[in-house]
Each structure stands twice: as structure tokens, then as C-alpha cells.
């Protein structure tokens, strides 16, 4: 378990144990996305480059949210996707964490706060305090899970 505080202040707590985040139902999701070895990110419109994800609509599961989401702000199709991880905010807000697979992906869907979609040639480590990345990425959570992200086979090149 790692606990730290965010960018905004807040207390963070971050597991990658199945044991721990197995007993908490998440409210959202993020997602680590890869095709062909790189990272795909998005860049909304407002707050800048920053990985997919979002909340999970009544009735959906956080697998269901997480794989609507990447497709929303990607326009990608998964092949593969699972759980890695679970952090929480302030003792309130839950997100799930996955790595995924994409398949194919195209043009981003209309009516999305995304502006495009980004791939470097590089997966960037050091994001904190960088204007082009959203605030979103600066504690963390980002690198933590990156690091246990880029290990599983999923982010793998094929």
C-alpha cells in the first residue's frame, strides 16, 4: 500500500494487491492503454494530456466502464484488459486501475472532451509539473502504476 497526497492536497492511498482492492466497489476508472508497445494517451481540451478514464455509469461495471471509456476518448477497440490496481481520494473517491490491449483504433468519437489522441516514441516517466500533462498526472499514481503497467504482458509490443 503506498499513501502520499495528490496534487490538490488530498490524501492518496494506491494498492496493486488483488486482496485489498477486491473489497471496494470504485466509482471510476483509469486506464493504461497500449498498442503496439506505447502508451495511448489523450489530450482533453482543457486540461491537457492525460490517460482515459471516467466515472462508471449506474448499472455498469468498472470493466464496462473502463473499456466504454478508452472507446469514448480513444476511439481504440481492446483486446485484452484487466485490473491491475485501486487508489483512493480523500477516503471518498475509488478508481480502478487497468492495462489494456488495444486491437485497432481510429478517429475519436464526436461530442468527447478530447481534442486527439497521443503516442509517443517514449512513454514519458517524469510528468509532474510539465504544462502539456494534466494536473491529474502529477502525484503518484501516474508512475507507480506506469511501472506496473509497462511489466504486464498487455504493454508488451507484438
Known amino acids: ?13 494506491l ?7 477486491r473489497q471496494n466497489e470504485a466509482r471510476h476508472v483509469l486506464i493504461f492503454p497500449f498498442w503496439q508497445g506505447k502508451l495511448l494517451f489523450t489530450r482533453h481540451r482543457t486540461r491537457g494530456i492525460e490517460l482515459p478514464g471516467g466515472k462508471i455509469e449506474p448499472g455498469e461495471s468498472s470493466l464496462a466502464a473502463a473499456v466504454r471509456e478508452v472507446y469514448e476518448e480513444t476511439g481504440a477497440v481492446l483486446e485484452g484488459i484487466e485490473r491491475i490496481g485501486q487508489y483512493t481520494i480523500d477516503n471518498y473517491m475509488i478508481k480502478d486501475i487497468y492495462v489494456a490491449r488495444v486491437l485497432h483504433y481510429t478517429e475519436i468519437p464526436s461530442g468527447t472532451d478530447v481534442a486527439q489522441t497521443i503516442l509517443f516514441d517514449t512513454i514519458p516517466t517524469e510528468v509532474k509539473g510539465d504544462p502539456q500533462f494534466s494536473r491529474l498526472l502529477y502525484d503518484d499514481v501516474y508512475p507507480l502504476a506506469l511501472a506496473h503497467a509497462s511489466g504486464h504482458r498487455f504493454a508488451q509490443p507484438d
Open 1 to 13: 500500500m503506498h499513501a502520499f497526497r495528490d496534487d490538490f492536497g488530498l490524501p492518496v492511498e
Open 15 to 21: 494498492t496493486f494487491d488483488p486482496s485489498d482492492y
